[in-house]
């Protein structure tokens, strides 16, 4: 009985001693797109004889958006993302202030994203955005319609480019956005720093129900109905009520995760409407592996088309890495249009609307450049 009791109290002293060892701890934190280039950011907390001073350690910048640093910790640690005061502390995309963030005690990097700021005020939507209800025929429901139209549009008589965009509720207002934020395209768009060119984006609202979507934007199930939506009712809808080029040149697709795979195959199905499409996160092995038949059935892939495709190194895009190298594989091997497509890894980005807002920039200049 004596030599367990020991055994157990030896036990407790080595958990004990195991949790007050100190460990160099990775923190990477995005923040949202800015015209400032050139902003501090810190990190406060219960660590480190911090005491919740908002200045307490500053990061080093990566590039215009991304920062690092390292902290040393020997259990987890509350802590808040701040640009120097409690006066420009993190906040929710709708403005509310963020609970406090832990870190935690293991030798995985984290990796997060900050929404807005307290000092910045909140434009749930920035610039012009006419919400249409339209009838199709080919789904048989209406759909909702949100269009964005450039800043210059009730000032000329331009004609522009159209980005047709999956997942609406997701693009432009957190208020409207599925989990609360959003893929800030508005903002993008009109941000000068990255000189995108004009255009009228027209997103498209995706069913609430996940498996309904997951129907919608997979071409076995009710994906060929939905790109004929486009094309047969929408576009035409597009071009008769706004001032947009009607040429494929200048007609384009852009999505996310399942949004990414209905692009894909669209741009393929339809070479003569779409010249251009941009696949975020993309959902290679998703749904029992239907792009994979989907690849493995087709003989050709258009080339008078281009296709950017992208996914993160971080979270729930993990596990999508192995499929999208095999797929890379699959287009090689059958000779698809390599030079067409381009591939790209974000190591830091995860499956999100703020990953996503981080880096839509690069898929949209791919667009319109």
């Not at 003989?299 to 996914?311: C, E």
Request: hydrophobic fraction near 35%; charged fraction near 20%.
């Amino acid at each position: 009985m004596f030599i367990k009791i020991i055994s157990i109290y030896f036990s407790f002293s080595i958990l004990a001693f195991s949790q007050d060892k100190v460990i160099e701890k990775n923190l990477i934190v995005n923040i949202p797109n800015s015209k400032n280039l050139n902003q501090s950011i810190y990190i406060t907390g219960d660590f480190n004889q911090c005491n919740w001073k908002p200045n307490c350690l500053k990061l080093t910048k990566i590039d215009h958006s991304q920062y690092h640093t390292q902290i040393s910790l020997n259990k987890n640690a509350e802590y808040k993302v701040t640009r120097g005061s409690w006066d420009t502390e993190e906040t929710t995309s709708l403005g509310k202030t963020k609970d406090n963030r832990i870190l935690k005690y293991n030798n995985d990097i984290e990796i997060i994203n900050t929404s807005a700021w307290n000092d910045t005020k909140i434009k749930f939507v920035t610039g012009q955005l006419q919400i249409i209800k339209l009838f199709s025929k080919e789904l048989n429901k209406e759909k909702i319609i949100r269009v964005w139209l450039p800043k210059s549009y009730n000032t000329t008589l331009n004609s522009y480019p159209v980005i047709y965009a999956h997942d609406a509720q997701n693009l432009f207002d957190p208020n409207t956005a599925t989990y609360g934020n959003e893929w800030r395209l508005d903002e993008t768009m009109l941000n000068k720093k990255f000189n995108l060119p004009e255009a009228i984006i027209v997103g498209i609202d995706s069913p609430t129900d996940g498996k309904a979507r997951a129907a919608e934007f997979n071409f076995f199930l009710r994906g060929k109905k939905y790109s004929e939506f486009i094309i047969k009712t929408l576009r035409p809808y597009i071009n008769k009520t706004f001032r947009s080029y009607t040429d494929r040149k200048n007609t384009f697709l852009l999505g996310s995760s399942y949004g990414a795979s209905i692009s894909f195959t669209t741009i393929i199905e339809h070479p003569d409407i779409f010249s251009k499409a941009a696949c975020l996160s993309f959902y290679t092995h998703g749904q029992n592996n239907f792009l994979f038949k989907y690849i493995q059935q087709l003989k050709i892939i258009p080339s008078n088309i281009k296709i950017y495709i992208d996914y993160g190194g971080f979270g729930f895009d993990t596990d999508y890495e192995n499929a999208f190298l095999l797929f890379q594989k699959y287009i090689k091997l059958k000779n698809l249009n390599q030079t067409g497509i381009s591939f790209k890894k974000f190591p830091f980005a995860n499956h999100t609307e703020l990953d996503w807002s981080k880096r839509v920039h690069i898929p949209l200049s791919f667009l319109l450049k």
